[in-house]
């Protein structure tokens, strides 16, 4: 979960990076195709950095359940493929990346499925000197 956490980070950062580029530096009316998409890119990487973190940390607590693992590697999949086609369109101009997309979309989703199963299938902590009544 290191390496989740560690990928996490370096991918919130970027994300933030790109957002601030597209703000900032992708002024004008000609640019607002490829703006849109750095931050729509930049908002699915970002709120998926956070969800690996968060998924990261429930898998400390429960080194067990695999499915935490997969998911993560299934947000990182689809942070890659999902905003690395928008990115590789907005800054190439070469709409053929889009068929990437929805793979990483697909990435995404199975990730927050194997969460939910992994939350559903979770038996419940108890924290010592909780009462169990």
Known sequence: MRLSIGLAGLSGMSAVALGAFAAHGMAGEEMAYARDLVEKGAHYQLVHAVAIVVVAVFAL??????????ANVAFLLGSLLFC???????????????????????SFMAGWLMLAIAGFRAVPVRLEGEDVN
């Open 61 to 70: 607590l429960r080194p067990n359940m695999r499915l935490l693992a997969y």
């Open 84 to 106: 690395g086609s928008l990115y590789a369109i907005a800054f190439s101009g070469v709409r053929a990346f889009g068929m990437v997309a929805p793979v990483g979309g697909i």
